[in-house]
Every structure is written in C-alpha cells, then in structure tokens.
C-alpha cells in the first residue's frame, strides 16, 4: 500500500454498490489506516460485511458507520470511538463498557448480543444518543438500570419490545413490557428530549410524565388508550408527536383544550380504529403542521388550532368531511395550505 495511502484520516465507502477491487484492498489493509479518524461502509447487505481482526489498531477512530449483523471483537479496542452507527441490528461483543467516549451508539440487537452487554452499557456515561432492538422481559430489569445511569442521555429509542406470556401459580398471565419498565426503571435520565417505543406496551411508564426537556415522541404499535394521551399531553416542552402504526387503538382521538402547550408538529400515520379525529377549542395553541397518512376518520375543530400552517392529507387518507375540512381551512384565518398527497 502506497504510503501516503496510510495516512488517511477519513475512509468512505458509502456509495459502493457491489464489493470491488479498491474495497477489497481496503479491507486487506485495513489495520495499516492507523490515522483514520472515520470510516463509513457500504450501506447495504450485499457486502456481507466481515471485518479483519486488525480494526483494533485504528486507535484514532472517532465515527464508524456501516451495514452489519455482527460488531467484530476489536471494535471494544477503539477507546476513542465516539460514534457507532449500524444500519442493521448488531450484535455487539462484551467489552463494549470500554468506549467511554461514545456518544452515540446505534443500533444494538440486545438478543443477540453479549449477555455482559446490557450491564455494561450503563458504563457509557458520555452517551447521548442509544438505540437498542429486540429486548425481552429478561433484559428488562438490567437495562433499565444501565440507562438509568447514562445521565448525558439525551435520544432513547427502543424498537420490538416483546410481550411474553409468563407462568405464576400455574396461571398464564401476559407481561407488558410498560409494566416492567413502570417497576425497575424510578429515576431515568431527566435531560432526556427524545423518545421512540416500538412494541405492545399498553400504556406508558409512568416516568414519562416526569421528562420535563422532553421534545420528541415517537410511538410505533404501542396500542395505547386514552390514558396514553394523557400523560403526553401534560409535557410541558413536547414540540413533536408522531403515533404511527396502531399507537393508538381507541375509536374517537381527542385533543383537549389547554392542552399540549407547545406542540407543533402532529403525525397521525396507519391507526387501524381510529374514526373520528377531534380538536376541542383551545387546544394545540402552537401547532403549525399536522399530518394524516393511512387513516380513515372523520375530522372536527381544525378551526380552533390558532397557528396552523399546514395540513397534508396522503392518497391513503379518507376524510368523511373533507368538503368541511376544507371550508373550515379556508375560513381559518392563517389560510393553511391544504396538501393532497397522490
């Protein structure tokens, strides 16, 4: 390898289609970029991405992104790595407690990995941003201890969070994962400003409520009712909602007055039930965009949202009352732009 070549401080090979002659050298000679400060791979699974053991003596690397199942045993040697992204669910080895540095780590299948690695995430204490997937019942009570310590945490996003049917007194009993997380997690990071829950949990923990920077919610499957609603809408600084994919399974979603004070941004995207989408006066003072995709439901008080910018209806929405919809935006007295999606 030519020796200007191993004083590289950034490698990317994010754009590769297929494996070719440069990338395979790269990978041959991986260990010999001892200055790289980033490396992006190929973004996509065509790669079969299989990392030489020589990657713990990139000592200087900062940001590792790329398109893998399984993190090599050396990625725990990159004491200076602030940024691992995965676009696919990864399996991490144990030792992952030694990149003190991290800030942001994404994304960790918990099922797959190390038994070692819930415990040790907690030792991440410069962690601002984690996304973990695929957690049972099991990792529950762990990993709510080891978040309960990330105290710079500031993005918590949790994808497939299983429901399990458990045996007690040789009764069968289903266990929701908002429960467990209500039981074993009392003192989450308090700065945190943004959330995503994938997975039947019901309800929401309680602790929610608490988050008083929070900014962003994002809730995928969770089947909420309208206790849900509620604990979000009393977040005094929530900026952004989005309830996709049966968030919510109630019939009729009310948003009521004096409520969410400083929302400005609603997406209501795929809510199988949903039938009647109502915002009572007074409520949602600051909201300026409102999206509905994949929806079937009658809307009502779009005239009581005072700063309206914009509603965006998908092809995939039927409004019962679009003709209303309409009069009431035209009468409104922002003048919302009305978007119809094909």
Request: with cysteine; aromatic share 10%; net charge positive.
């Amino acid at each position: 390898m030519k020796k200007e070549l191993k004083l590289l401080k950034v490698l990317d090979l994010s754009n590769l289609t297929r494996p070719s002659g440069y990338f395979k050298q790269a990978m041959r000679h991986l260990g010999q970029f001892e200055h790289l400060k980033y490396i992006s791979f190929p973004r996509n699974n065509d790669f079969n991405l299989d990392l030489p053991k020589s990657i713990r003596k990139l000592r200087d690397l900062q940001i590792f992104d790329a398109c893998m199942t399984t993190a090599p045993n050396g990625i725990t040697k990159l004491q200076r790595l602030r940024h691992f992204y995965s676009y696919n669910y990864v399996a991490m080895p144990k030792g992952i407690g030694n990149l003190k540095a991290l800030q942001v780590l994404k994304w960790i299948d918990i099922e797959r990995s190390h038994p070692r690695v819930v415990k040790e995430l907690g030792q991440l204490r410069q962690l601002r941003k984690l996304g973990v997937a695929n957690l049972r019942i099991k990792h529950y009570k762990e990993l709510s201890e080891s978040i309960s310590q990330l105290s710079s945490l500031r993005s918590l996003i949790i994808r497939k969070l299983h429901n399990e049917v458990r045996r007690f007194e040789s009764e069968y009993y289903q266990e929701a994962p908002a429960d467990f997380l209500d039981s074993v997690m009392s003192s989450p990071p308090e700065h945190l400003r943004s959330i995503e829950f994938q997975g039947v949990i019901g309800k929401l923990p309680a602790w929610v409520s608490s988050l008083s920077y929070l900014a962003k919610v994002t809730l995928w499957d969770a089947r909420l009712n309208d206790d849900g609603i509620v604990v979000l809408q009393e977040l005094p600084n929530l900026l952004l909602l989005r309830l996709r994919t049966n968030a919510y399974v109630g019939v009729k979603l009310i948003f009521r007055s004096v409520k969410f004070p400083k929302l400005k941004e609603l997406f209501v995207y795929n809510l199988e039930n949903l039938g009647e989408l109502l915002f009572e006066e007074g409520t949602l003072p600051e909201l300026q965009t409102l999206k509905i995709s994949y929806c079937n439901c009658y809307i009502s008080g779009i005239q009581y949202l005072p700063k309206l910018k914009k509603l965006t209806l998908d092809s995939s929405v039927f409004v019962e009352n679009l003709d209303e919809v309409q009069k009431q935006l035209e009468k409104h007295p922002n003048h919302p732009a009305l978007e119809l999606r094909s």
